[in-house]
């Protein structure tokens, strides 16, 4: 699925859009001017923003900066988007990634999911399904890694399964974990 084919009647909580604007510290005025062009001129943390407008605006944002900042965008989501309470442990926080994406997205139609299968003590797969970039949510894991820090590890492994990826035209796309 192709990130154009995903419904136009999803709209996108501005707390999650903020994360971009947030992401980009020394490149505020670039983001600002980015969602200006797909017609968010002044974002509102409290606002509905459709969801094509805000994929429109990733898209320029990886083309534009390049996929470090539209990762440290994917790392900035975690302190700005609205999840579940009650989550203390990385696994928490990545089994509950799918009930946050939905809480911060509203509308009808296809929005895609994070499925988040365990493997063991230390290892996991998630399967993203959703139009947002491989770097956006790979962000995403390493800063719920980093506020969820689990015991007797050292660091966060994402190896992104190179037999399907959205960016070529797959559904979805699939990361190995290991911590």
């Known amino acids: 699925m192709t990130r154009s084919t995903f419904s136009s009647h999803v709209e996108v909580y501005g707390k999650s859009v903020q994360a971009l604007v947030n992401a980009m510290e020394f490149l ?3 983001a600002q001017r980015v ?4 017609g968010i001129e002044q974002l509102e943390p409290e606002k509905w923003y459709p969801m094509p ?3 429109a605006s990733f898209e320029d944002i990886l083309e534009q900066v390049g996929p470090h900042t539209t990762r440290a965008i994917g790392r900035a989501v975690p302190k700005n988007a609205v999840f ?3 989550i203390d442990s990385f696994g928490l ?5 799918d009930q946050a994406y ?4 509203r509308g009808t139609g296809d929005i895609g999911s994070y499925r988040y299968q365990p493997e063991g003590d230390h290892n996991a797969r998630m399967v993203c399904d959703n139009p947002y970039p491989c770097e956006f949510d790979q962000g995403i894991m390493e800063a719920l890694y980093d506020r969820f820090p689990p015991r007797n590890s050292i660091r966060l492994r994402i190896d992104h399964d190179p037999s399907g990826c959205r960016e070529k035209g797959a559904r979805s796309c699939t990361y190995y974990l290991k911590w």
């Open 84 to 86: 579940p309470p009650g």
């Open 28 to 30: 505020k005025l670039k």
């Open 93 to 97: 926080s990545m089994n509950s990634l």
């Open 102 to 105: 939905r809480m911060n997205h």
């Open 53 to 55: 407008r805000v994929i």
């Open 35 to 38: 969602l200006a062009t797909h």
